[in-house]
């Protein structure tokens, strides 16, 4: 069956600029995580959907980045302003019930701000 | 689990023998344990999985072993393959809260 999907697959953006970055999870996956991976290390927690809400935003590094889920199944992660320190690949994951159950991974979105 | 920079640990094996891959975790409460797999360019890729009620769990080719007392999770590859080339990470999940916290991975290196 179809995996999480992230779009877009690479994002090169200027120093101050505004950017979305979507999340597909598997259908029927009530929880979706996104994560942040810098280069040779692993992924750090940014903020878990379960359903629409945003159930622990405790990873966002400032308020330049929020998430939404407004239907309980896309997800977009928004960064204003962007600095340098923002690039990154971002990845996101979804899990059937939230609770004990294993991350399922996208690919993730390499950010580049320039 | 904390940043190691950019230096990830790495393990050389020969292709055919066992691989061990370890990792310490730091919180006491966490109760439930993944192995991922990381290629480059590509998301972590779930291997196997261990609640804290248990201290072995085996798979195709992998068994994990969790030591609650010292805090210390494996990962065991039998007749390791050229294709199990990639990062090996693990990850915790606390009792309290619903995340991850993922170690700084190691990186395991097969040579044919």
């Known amino acids: 069956g179809a995996g999480v999907s992230q779009t877009p697959s690479n994002k090169v953006t200027e120093k101050g600029k505004y950017v979305e970055l979507r999340c597909d999870p598997i259908?029927?996956?009530?929880?979706l995580y996104w994560y942040r991976q810098s280069l040779g290390q692993g992924p750090e927690f940014l903020i878990y959907f379960q359903g629409t809400g945003a159930a622990d935003d405790s990873g966002l590094p400032n308020d330049r980045f929020f998430a939404v889920r407004p239907e309980g199944s896309v997800s977009t992660l928004k960064i204003q302003r962007t600095e340098r320190g923002d690039s990154a690949v971002y990845l996101c994951?979804?899990?059937?019930?939230?609770?004990?159950?294993?991350?399922?991974f996208g690919n993730g979105t390499r950010l580049t701000v320039t | 689990g904390e940043s190691v920079g950019l230096h990830l640990p790495t393990l050389s094996v020969q292709e055919g023998d066992n691989s061990i891959i370890n990792c310490a975790y730091s919180n006491s409460a966490s109760d439930y344990f993944i192995w991922y797999k990381q290629e480059s360019g590509k998301g972590p890729q779930f291997i196997i999985d261990?609640?804290?009620?248990?201290d072995k769990r085996q798979g195709q080719r992998v068994t994990v072993l969790l030591n609650k007392t010292v805090k210390h999770l494996s990962l065991q590859i039998a007749a390791t393959q050229p294709g199990d080339s990639a990062v090996y990470f693990c990850a915790e999940k606390s009792n309290n809260f619903n995340k991850f916290y993922f170690g700084s991975g190691t990186k395991l290196n097969v040579k044919p």
């Open positions: 994951a979804s899990s059937q019930q939230g609770m004990g159950s294993p991350l399922h």
């Open positions: 261990i609640r804290s009620n248990m």
């Open positions: 259908s029927g996956h009530t929880a």
